[in-house]
């Protein structure tokens, strides 16, 4: 070294010679088809490069390499360290856990005070956690190798503010492969490695002027992964773009070949580890990171529900650790989980909660609180963070006591008052009325932690049959309809104008003839087709019989409506002997009560269509109160909107052409619904014969 090249700074950083790097297993998508292939000569002196860059403006430290330790040369992984203590790392894949001892070794043999992380949790080192220019902040990674459940130990052990961020992108499974702090503050990242919460925290802690935007040319070259020495910035890459951005904060920009690196999925900044990280002297230690107890109980393993919860927290930004575990092992024999789940802040956590408590997680009973109540703070509106319900029982604790949520829903809210609790409709809150937020003293049924059948078919299961032979579901839901009326139960049909349009008006009016219709549901459409084909015997123009077109057909669509606006309601029309035929006269002259409900492209409308459609709701509402079964018949909007309204356990039949549609009703939570892929009008004809058959 020469005299003019001596480090003017105290800077130190921590290296390891390459000659037992090369890919030797995969732990990251850029080892995939790489084992072997790094080339050592080119490696190294890929490696020397950087080493002089470096030693050209601070000291370098070696630390020997190991044989069968081929990732030890990604020293940023060694440990995290502040002045002289290090936070040693736990690597999340055993195969670089061996390297942990040898970095213990020699962070103690050189004077460092050496902290272990708490057990079984993982975390990366400086590879997942980075200083901010000012060295007052700390920007850690959680969602791939380090755990979300280090930060608060490393906020703690450092005294500093813990900045937790998310990433999502499993090219970028190391906070340094895509996110660079710069001496003065300003911070260089990747926002596609990250969460939307996390990108949006750090646009709220990085001024605008101090942000630089590394883009799809630039992060998977591992532009972003780039180690500050002195006034320059190594990399493997840089755009015009980027090298502009850091040279306009007064840096150099030097590229360097980490070609053979890069096979292993590193470049750069992981071939390094800051020795000397320099701190503000004036730090307060905080995360936001918050934790809770969470209980889980029931068929766990057959049913996916484990799983499914598991995915929830980790998908919805949090982490899990399970504390225990006792497994059933028969099929109808319980299991039951313990573990903690931890969020990035209190929103998140009560969030996660929510919509875990929702497949059934509860607090374990010794932690169990009352329900957090906030008055709503206008009439309609409700609280912030107010608990949003589902179709399944649900309970929720106010002084002490276990309320059940009566009048149970989906995207409802729970309101609690007089010492009884009540799901309700956001519009339905009186201003001050206390709602339930969070996710303290709820506990609801789990959908799928105990399988039922009730002597019937098991309809929990939420099968679309399509593949399968329409006439064993028809079979099912005919056997089941049997079943309900001859108990007196009730069946509650919601039907859409096709089924009458594909000839099935004939097989309805039986259905309400022989009592299997309890109330029907629909909108302007399905009447006025049932309409027009009584008066003319088309429907929207097409002759129901022979499939003829009616010239002018849609005339006749209009003038039934007309017809019946005449007489003044359909209830009189019929009276009057204009409607003669088909399904809504059945009703009328059996007092069977229905609604329709109207929408933008209704015609007329009959007089009985409801435009007002929050008045529509609270009819259907009111309609299907006490339904065993709800069978919806070829309208994916009406469907959807009476499986909102309806609580579990009432068996959800859904047949419908589209294939689209069953499911959609069970994306929306209607869990219990069945879903039969075929024409309504078919369907209703083979329905109509079984049930025929059935009654004798
Ligand atoms: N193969 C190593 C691993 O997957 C590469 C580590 C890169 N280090 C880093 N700080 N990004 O662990």
């Not at 591992?222 to 180690?227: G, Q």
């Not at 029309?573 to 059996?590: D, H, K, N, W």
């Not at 047949?655 to 994306?667: E, F, G, T």
């Amino acid at each position: 070294m020469t005299a003019s090249k001596m480090p003017l700074s105290l800077e130190r950083f921590f290296m390891c010679l390459p000659d037992h790097f090369n890919v030797e297993y995969v732990i990251n998508p850029w080892m995939e088809g790489n084992i072997g292939k790094a080339d050592p000569a080119k490696a190294m002196d890929q490696w020397a490069m950087l080493h002089q860059l470096i030693s050209d403006r601070a000291q370098v430290e070696l630390i020997k390499s190991a044989p069968g330790l081929p990732d030890m040369v990604f020293t940023a992984n060694a440990g995290l360290i502040l002045g002289q203590d290090v936070i040693l790392s736990h690597f999340a894949h055993p195969e670089r856990q061996a390297e942990e001892p040898l970095f213990r070794k020699w962070f103690e043999d050189h004077g460092y005070k050496v902290i272990n992380v708490p057990d079984g949790i993982f975390f990366e080192g400086a590879g997942d956690a980075l200083f901010d220019g000012s060295g007052s902040r700390l920007w850690a990674a959680y969602g791939n190798r380090t755990s979300l459940f280090s930060h608060p130990f490393l906020a703690d052990t450092f005294n500093i503010e813990v900045v937790s961020l998310r990433l999502v992108d499993p090219r970028f499974y190391h906070l340094d492969t895509c996110f660079l702090p710069l001496p003065d503050g300003a911070v260089a990242w990747y926002p596609g490695a990250f969460d939307t919460r996390s990108n949006r925290i750090i646009e709220s802690l990085v001024p605008e002027n101090m942000r630089i935007n590394v883009g799809e040319d630039d992060a998977p070259r591992f532009s972003a992964n780039a180690v500050v020495a002195g006034d320059v910035v190594i990399m493997n890459c840089a755009s015009e773009k980027l090298s502009r951005a850091i040279r306009n904060h007064g840096l150099k920009v030097e590229v360097v070949d980490f070609s053979e690196f890069i096979k292993a999925g590193g470049s750069a900044k992981c071939l390094t580890l800051r020795l000397d990280q320099p701190a503000a002297e004036y730090r307060t230690g905080a995360s936001q990171v918050v934790s809770r107890v969470a209980q889980i109980e029931g068929q766990l393993i057959d049913s996916a529900l484990l799983s499914m919860i598991c995915d929830t927290v980790a998908d919805s930004g949090g982490a899990f650790h399970v504390r225990d575990m006792r497994l059933g092992n028969k099929r109808y024999e319980h299991s039951s989980v313990m573990m903690d789940v931890a969020a990035p802040g209190e929103a998140e956590l009560d969030a996660i909660m929510q919509s875990i408590i929702k497949l059934g997680a509860r607090l374990p009973s010794g932690e169990v609180v009352d329900a957090r109540l906030a008055p709503a703070p206008r009439d309609g509106v409700a609280p912030e963070n107010f608990y949003s319900t589902t179709i399944y029982p649900t309970q929720v604790r106010a002084a002490a006591k276990w309320l059940e949520v009566v009048d149970q829903r989906m995207d409802g809210i729970i309101l609690v008052k007089d010492g009884a609790a009540k799901c309700l409709l956001i519009r339905d809150l009186a201003k001050g009325d206390l709602v339930v937020t969070g996710g303290d003293g709820i506990r609801a049924v789990a959908p799928m932690a105990h399988r039922w059948t009730d002597g019937g078919f098991e309809f929990m299961t939420s099968a679309v049959s399509s593949e399968r032979r329409v006439e064993g579901a028809v079979e099912k839901v005919a056997w089941e309809m049997n079943r309900i009326k001859r108990r007196g139960g009730r069946i509650v049909v919601v039907a859409g104008p096709v089924v009458i349009h594909t000839g099935g008006a004939e097989g309805m009016a039986w259905l309400a003839a022989t009592g299997y219709i309890s109330a029907l549901l629909g909108g302007n459409a399905i009447a006025a087709h049932d309409v027009e084909q009584a008066i003319f015997g088309t429907s929207l123009g097409v002759d129901i019989k022979t499939g003829q077109v009616t010239q002018g057909g849609h005339r006749n669509h209009l003038a039934a409506i007309n017809r019946v606006r005449l007489a003044g309601s359909i209830r009189e029309a019929v009276g009057s002997g204009i409607i003669t035929s088909g399904l809504f006269r059945e009703l009328v002259l059996r007092d069977i009560p229905f609604s329709l409900a109207g929408s933008i492209r209704d015609d007329g409308p009959l007089p009985e269509t409801q435009m007002d459609l929050i008045k529509a709701q609270s009819d259907y509402s009111r309609l299907i109160k006490g339904a065993d079964m709800i069978l919806a018949l070829s309208t994916m909007l009406h469907s959807i909107g009476v499986g909102n309204m309806t609580p579990s356990g009432v068996k959800f039949v859904c047949v419908d052409i589209n294939p689209a549609v069953a499911p959609k009703l069970l994306d929306r939570g209607s869990l219990e619904s069945i879903g039969v892929v075929t024409d309504a009008g078919l369907f209703m004809a083979l329905l109509v014969a079984k049930l025929k058959e059935m009654e004798g």
